[in-house]
């Protein structure tokens, strides 16, 4: 398996631009997760999908923030308006029950907002 | 709410020393216990877990963990670390009763002098 696949790896925008963030989970994965990396908050945790439907989403910061889970092989985080806050490295991540609830990184999307 | 408590934020050692990083949770409940390691500008890779059994737990590149539920602790230990070891390592969470979502603590920057 190609493991979980997040596009693009790099995103440079400006403010008031919308950014869309594409992942592909594992396939078989039930459990899809988006989180956030910062150096001053660390890891945090966006929104979490069981089955494609959003279960927590206690972590989206406001509302110019929204996940999406169409089907099982296919996620998007938007953000919209960007602002430069909003700068971090954002990760994806899957799982299933049938591996112990061990969580696969994808190599996560550098964002830039100028 | 549960929490996941890394005491040592920055860690520096030479090499050939050795190695424990703390992690502690607040949850009362069955739990499953996770490591993780985050290379220099990769993604998160995992180290090591605990389900059930033998509360010490052996992982990849020499890492070991020891649960000890009485102290609700879950360190990491390796009794001699190498330049290559330099990363963040996060300690996670799963409680019985949280479907495939992980409770993350903040993370130790381990720094390995050659």
């Known amino acids: 398996d190609a493991g979980v696949i997040q596009s693009p790896r790099h995103e440079v925008t400006e403010m008031g631009q919308e950014v869309t963030l594409r992942c592909k989970p594992i396939?078989?994965?039930?459990?899809l997760f988006w989180y956030r990396q910062t150096m001053m908050r660390g890891l945090e945790l966006l929104i979490y999908?069981?089955?494609?439907?959003?279960?927590?989403d206690s972590g989206m910061p406001e509302d110019r923030f929204s996940a999406k889970m169409p089907n099982a092989s296919f996620s998007t985080l938007k953000i919209q308006p960007s602002e430069p806050r909003d700068s971090a490295v954002y990760f994806c991540?899957?799982?299933?029950?049938?591996?112990?609830?061990?969580?696969?990184f994808g190599p996560g999307t550098r964002l830039t907002v100028l | 709410a549960q929490s996941v408590s890394q005491h040592n934020h920055h860690v520096i050692l030479s090499e050939a020393a050795s190695l424990e990083l703390g992690c502690n949770y607040s949850?009362?409940?069955?739990?499953?216990l996770f490591w993780y390691v985050q290379y220099p500008g990769q993604h998160l890779q995992l180290l090591l877990k605990?389900?059930?059994?033998?509360?010490l737990v052996k992982g990849i590149k020499g890492f070991e963990a020891e649960f000890i539920k009485s102290k609700f602790s879950f360190n990491l230990r390796k009794p001699s670390v190498q330049w290559s070891d330099t990363a963040e390592y996060f300690c996670?969470?799963?409680?019985?009763?949280?479907?495939?979502?992980?409770?993350f603590g903040g993370g130790t920057r381990l720094m390995v002098k050659p």
């Open positions: 396939s078989g994965h039930n459990s």
């Open positions: 991540a899957s799982s299933s029950g049938t591996s112990l609830n061990e969580q696969f």
């Open positions: 605990y389900f059930s059994g033998d509360p």
């Open positions: 996670a969470v799963r409680r019985n009763n949280a479907g495939n979502m992980l409770t």
């Open positions: 949850y009362g409940g069955t739990v499953n």
């Open positions: 999908f069981n089955n494609n439907v959003p279960i927590d």
